[in-house]
């Protein structure tokens, strides 16, 4: 039985995203900065899916830039303000839980004569608004608060924070990587400015991510080179790519609401089995407002790596916080920043769902958890 939940850290791509990519990786091959027909082509497959993205986001096309990853569009939004508009401040806010393609970013520009505050979380992992609004200053020209958490899965009150930043003048940028497709996103409403997120946490291709840059935001090129992507973003297009972010983009956006309580109804099934049947067991993140098909619990006296291998040999993909650090022997920062002892942290599990998932995987992996748990305890020189 292969059972996959890290659907936080990848997912598999559509088939349908596939097929709307593959004349682009073999007949329709044309650089789309040529004049001729097969690189006018490709250039129509890059317009398609720019409108298909502004589409499904509701903005405008020309506020649409495509990066190769989420990373990358971390990086442009928030080097790009901060460089473009260090004459009026060189202070930025962002948090404690980021993903480290924000945190790692901002340390960056510290070293370039920037002022970084990252606020703390409640226990729940939720922004304080009254913090937020405390650590303002007259110098301060960017905040970037990610949407939701990649590992514990707190939704941030992003509208009103919005609003208290544009109150002061300030730009507001927003890491949506594990928002897209999982939440209802309407940019015009939302009314951020800058926005990020990657192709394949919605079952698009790795290699592909966007950067939404709302029109009159004052933001410098990150890299530097010929006039693609109007002059903003250098480097021949990633064609097959862009056409697959465009399509799963367009797929992911469909049924949203639909989807989200069907992975809500997984979600609190789960939540609610491990909960019952396996004691001293955390509960991460807040138990409601959180990504619909997220859950990270911590189990006490063990550790989570453990608890992974585990459930690999019983053929269930997990995870026990972010892929990106997955190599760490150091607790997660961001279990740490809600208040979580190292010794705590250390044995997390985050399960992630898509709707490929069903009830009877759900029923699998609460049937061979409360086991795992229990003979990891029996062997723990921590209990």
Not at 103 to 125: A, H, I, R, S
Not at 134 to 145: A, F
Not at 224 to 232: A, F, R, S
Not at 355 to 371: A, C, G, M, R, S
Request: net charge negative.
């Amino acid at each position: 039985m292969d059972i996959y939940f890290d659907n936080s850290a990848t997912t598999q791509i559509n088939k349908e995203v596939l097929e709307e990519m593959m004349p682009y990786l073999t007949d329709i091959y044309g650089n789309p900065s040529s004049i001729y027909s097969l690189g006018r082509r490709a250039k129509k497959g890059i317009d398609l899916a720019r409108k298909r993205i502004a589409s499904s986001l509701n903005c405008n096309i020309n506020e649409i830039f495509f990066t190769n990853s989420g990373t990358e569009s971390d990086n442009w939004a928030i080097k790009g303000v901060a460089l473009a508009n260090k004459k009026r401040g060189r202070h930025i806010i962002t948090t404690s839980i980021e993903h480290h393609a924000v945190l790692n970013t901002c340390k960056y520009l510290e070293t370039e004569g920037f002022e970084v505050t990252y606020l703390p979380v409640k226990k729940n992992g939720v922004v304080d608004i009254d913090s937020l609004k405390k650590e303002i200053r007259e110098d301060t020209v960017l905040i970037s608060v990610m949407y939701a958490n990649n590992e514990i899965g707190t939704i941030q009150p992003i509208k009103e924070i919005a609003k208290i930043t544009h109150e002061k003048g300030i730009y507001f940028h927003t890491d949506a990587v594990q928002a897209v497709g999982n939440i209802d996103i309407d940019l015009k409403d939302l009314d951020v400015d800058l926005l990020t997120y990657s192709g394949h946490k919605i079952n698009g291709p790795k290699g592909i991510g966007v950067l939404y840059i709302k029109q009159g935001t004052k933001i410098t090129n990150l890299l530097h080179g010929g006039e693609q992507e109007k002059g903003k973003r250098a480097g021949t297009e990633n064609v097959p790519g862009i056409i697959g972010i465009g399509k799963a983009t367009e797929l992911a956006t469909e049924g949203i609401k639909q989807k989200a309580i069907y992975l809500e109804n997984l979600r609190d099934k789960c939540i609610n089995g491990i909960m019952e049947n396996i004691p001293d067991t955390i509960l991460n993140g807040d138990p409601v407002n959180r990504l619909p098909g997220n859950i990270n619990v911590c189990f006490k006296y063990i550790e989570g790596e453990s608890i992974l291998l585990m459930l690999d040999q019983l053929g269930i993909a997990a995870s026990s916080g972010s892929a990106c650090t997955s190599a760490s022997l150091e607790p997660s920062h961001v279990l740490l920043a809600i208040g979580l002892p190292h010794e705590i942290a250390h044995g997390s599990l985050r399960l992630s769902f898509s709707k490929e998932n069903n009830e009877k995987e759900i029923e699998y992996l609460l049937t061979v958890l409360p086991n795992i748990v229990e003979n990891l305890r029996r062997m723990s020189p921590l209990k």
